[in-house]
């Protein structure tokens, strides 16, 4: 046997040539002057070089065996808790921290089959899943990982759209190499990672706009519908609506069907108000409608912006005299939001160009209809303003007489006996007669149009006078800066 003895030439000397022991030398004191173990009795040699082996790999460091050592590691990348529905991710780390390359590593992620539509990737590595029951891996592979270098995993998952109760913890975990643990000759500790994430039921509060909000006229009425939803899956807690409307564009007038049972504050000298509820159910709401009327000053095209956020009141801890808190003052779990992304919304409303329609008589005359006197009323209806109407809306004539008649009857009124045979043609204009008025249609009108409408009203046996009133927009169905001139009576003898 060749084998050079551990202790052969273990006489190291100072840089002066003294002799200097180490400890290789204290451990070779007793051996013979070949440097093997002196041996006597049934010991073998075999036995013998063994143990000088071991004594030396513990006196001398250096000459122990290099050796890899990973680890793995993982963390949430999204906060915690998780809503029921939301994307949640995960970042896992495997490393060599030992001093030796290490062999091919294995990485196994294991996660209930709850988080939905896994995904895990990571640069240089390979990875399969499988399911068995309620638990999915992930097995993932990569090349040897060289002394204190690292490699990572992507994880991500979608939480569960419904739990048991308010709130579920879900574990996930990560393993490095499971399958050949034996190679790290018992520094396994940190071959295995876990992490708790909280599934949570939540609300989610989301104001929105509505009414006839989205364009007016200066002067006009208005009325906002704003709704406060709650398009979680928990009821929320107290909820605060804070709601701004222009000054001095807009001047409040009133509330109307107010859900919210805290009530809402008037508007300060801001134009700001909030709006109160103690709660708003899973999928539930909450209205109120806002009465304004726009400053007559206004030009068309301007813009108004109303904006509503929406807030869950949070109890924060306070300071009792002593210094100390209040414990019932503490947020409690749920005050949160799933998603505060949505918590504000705003409107705009245009000021469309000024509509004024005027109704005037154009003109009139009383002619003889056999033994009647009949009264033809030439109405003219014009739009004064810059803009064009946004609506139909109608002119209605009403009249003392029981007789109203035009060129397009066919039979008389009772009462009433001029047909259409001793009527003037005039072109047909669609008007509806009742007992006592007649009413014509307006459809578009443009800025500066005008529109004309003939109308006859027979005076009744023994009457010697009709009076007649004409008003255009009765139902106040258009937005207009000037409704002063919207209707006109007149008396016409017979």
């Not at 709660?279 to 509503?308: C, F, H, K």
Request: charged share 15%; hydrophobic share 35%.
């Amino acid at each position: 046997m060749n084998a050079r003895a551990p202790c052969a030439g273990a006489a190291p000397f100072e840089s002066n040539g003294a002799r200097k022991e180490t400890a290789m030398m204290a451990a070779c004191r007793h051996t013979d002057r070949r440097g093997f173990p002196a041996i006597s009795g049934r010991a073998s040699r075999r036995a013998a070089l063994a143990a000088a082996f071991a004594a030396a790999a513990m006196l001398a460091p250096g000459l122990a065996r290099a050796q890899s050592d990973l680890a793995v590691t993982i963390t949430q990348g999204t906060a915690n808790p998780v809503p029921t529905g939301a994307p949640v991710t995960y970042a896992v780390t495997a490393r060599n921290i030992g001093t030796a390359q290490s062999s091919p590593v294995q990485v196994r992620l294991e996660l209930p089959t709850s988080l939905t539509t896994p995904t895990a990737s990571g640069s240089g590595f390979t990875c399969s899943s499988s399911t068995a029951g309620t638990l999915r891996t992930f097995s993932c592979s990569s090349g040897v990982l060289a002394s204190n270098q690292s490699r990572s995993l992507s994880l991500s998952a979608t939480a569960p759209g419904t739990i048991s109760g308010d709130s579920q913890t879900l574990t996930v975990k990560a393993m490095v190499n499971p399958n050949d643990l034996a190679r790290e000759q018992g520094r396994t500790a940190n071959n295995t990672a876990t992490v708790s994430t909280v599934v949570q039921t939540l609300p989610d509060l989301a104001p929105s706009w509505a009414g006839s909000s989205t364009t007016a006229s200066p002067g006009a009425d208005l009325m906002f519908e704003l709704t406060l939803r709650n398009i979680g899956n928990r009821a929320s807690g107290d909820a605060v609506l804070k709601v701004s409307i222009p000054v001095g564009q807009l001047s409040f007038s009133r509330f109307a069907n107010s859900q919210f049972d805290g009530g809402c504050s008037p508007p300060d000298a801001q134009g700001k108000f909030t709006c109160r509820t103690s709660t708003v159910p899973a999928g539930g709401s909450r209205r109120v409608q806002i009465w304004s009327r726009t400053n007559n000053l206004l030009e068309g095209g301007d813009r108004l912006l109303s904006q509503a956020t929406a807030e869950l009141r949070i109890g924060l801890p306070s300071l009792t005299p002593t210094g100390g808190r209040t414990a019932a003052e503490v947020r409690p779990l749920g005050t949160s939001e799933r998603n505060e992304r949505n918590n504000t919304s705003s409107l705009v409303t245009t000021v469309s160009p000024s509509v004024d329609l005027q109704v005037e008589l154009a003109r009139s005359r009383v002619f003889n209809c056999g033994d009647r006197r009949t009264v033809e009323l030439v109405y003219r209806v014009s739009n004064r303003g810059s803009g064009t109407t946004t609506r139909n809306t109608q002119l209605q004539v009403a009249r003392s007489s029981a007789c109203g008649l035009n060129a397009y009857l066919s039979t008389g009124v009772a009462g009433c006996f001029c047909l259409t045979s001793t009527l003037p043609e005039h072109h047909a204009q669609n008007c509806s007669f009742g007992a006592t008025s007649q009413t014509c249609p307006i459809n578009t009108l443009a800025a500066g149009a005008t529109r004309e409408f003939t109308l006859y009203v027979e005076g009744a046996a023994g009457q010697n006078s009709v009076q007649v009133q004409a008003t255009v927009d009765p139902a106040n169905v258009l937005p207009e800066s000037n409704e002063q001139n919207n209707q006109i009576a007149t008396t016409h003898p017979l």
